[in-house]
């Protein structure tokens, strides 16, 4: 019966995509990119010699944690050709010209018939799922065909319907994994709960992301000379939401600079971003050396900067707490700068408490919490080095996820 509500939710969900093409962009790219897709795939995948690796993600999150495996896959085996799979078009839109993988698709919708014909085409020597998404069909028929099935960076928690009394369904799912990397002890003890002991603790990959991007930063000399000399925040990936309590606090500073990346770049999401601002501001699509100079805000309109931008900064907020989920705060982090974020939901996202406790971030719920944040931060130099360092140790403490996995892999498939 389980089987069944599942291939039903399942199709169910293609047909209410269907529907709304028309009036939803992104609804329209999940079904234009699956269009001719296996035609696709067998005209690319037919003349392949090469053993190849597949990785799937859902979406740019899981990208972004698996990027570091992927890329460390491809060093040490460059026989190998790399497929990158998507269910999200916030993923695949993003990341189809991602120059490490040989081939980036989306992912057919799983059905037995999807995966038994994915699998056939691209006959994969090697299946790596990122964090989420345990599609039943694509695992089972991997399994069934003894093809080495890993999960890496994955997360638990015992509100997910594995741990249910009615998740027998999707804990059979679960066995069909050879292995399954986590990123904690909670998850590894959760799993071994429910008999699944084919589990370790290998961390979360995504430090080694951003470790590397601290190495070797994007310099940007506008931004630069913006932030010289002056204590400056960055805002990174706001929300209307986070706007609201911080607008009072930009707009009353007169002393401290702020770099604002907001999450949608949009020119009608930008436009609304400017209206709420007292003080003189630019964007940096438009900034000269003169306006710089005379601005108090730089907005960054435009995408592939942020990581990079912590560096000229001392402290931070990060958006998304109090919306879809509070957004990746480990590239402040890990520049050392303390961060600033929202209380919803973040049992969801582990580092965030883990950062909490250590002294290196603070959430709030209130105006009047975030306004002492804040003011603590941004003028008390001692309790604002202490939380940097706080940082810099978390961070130091947390690498080496990737090579952990990678020294499993090469000795399961030599």
Known sequence: MAIVLYNLSVRFYRLIVGLVVPFNEKAK?????????????????????NPVAWFHCASLGEFEQGRPVI??????????????????????????????????????????????????????????????EFWHHYLKETSKRKIPLYCISALFNEKQRFFKSSGGFFRKTLTYFDHIFVQNEKSETLLKQINIHQVSVAGDTRFDRVVDTVSNPKHFPLVAQFSQNQLTMVIGSCWPADMAFLYPIINRSENIKFIIAPHDVSENSV????????????????????????????????????????????????????????????????????????????????????????????????????????????????????????????????????????????????
């Open 29 to 49: 790219l999940f079904v234009i990119g699956r269009a001719g897709i296996f035609q696709r795939l067998e005209k690319d995948f037919t003349a392949i010699k």
């Open 271 to 414: 436009r609304q971003l400017e209206k709420g601002f007292k003080i003189p501001y630019c964007r940096i699509t438009e900034a000269t050396p003169e306006s710089i100079d005379q601005s108090q805000i730089i907005i960054i309109n435009t995408i592939g900067m942020l990581s990079s931008l912590y560096q000229y900064g001392q402290f931070s907020y990060i958006g998304g707490a109090f919306g879809d989920g509070l957004h990746n705060i480990l590239e402040a982090v890990t520049f050392g700068l303390p961060v600033i974020f929202g209380n919803n939901n973040l049992e969801k996202f582990p580092e965030s408490l883990a950062l909490i406790e250590k002294g290196g971030a603070f959430s709030f719920t209130q105006q009047a919490e975030i306004d002492a944040h804040f003011k603590k931060l941004s003028t008390d130099i001692d309790f604002r080095n202490k939380a940097s360092e706080h940082c810099k140790v978390y961070i130091r403490e947390n690498t080496g996820a990737t090579a952990k996995i990678m020294d499993s892999l090469t000795q399961w498939n030599k």
């Open 71 to 132: 890329e460390a896959f491809r060093k040490a085996k460059p026989g190998h050709k790399i497929l990158v799979t998507f269910f999200s078009p916030s993923g695949y839109e993003l990341r189809k010209n991602y120059s490490e993988a040989d081939f980036v698709y989306y992912l057919p919708i799983d059905t037995r018939e999807n995966a038994k014909r994915f699998l056939n085409i691209v006959n994969p020597a090697l299946v790596i799922f990122v964090k989420y």
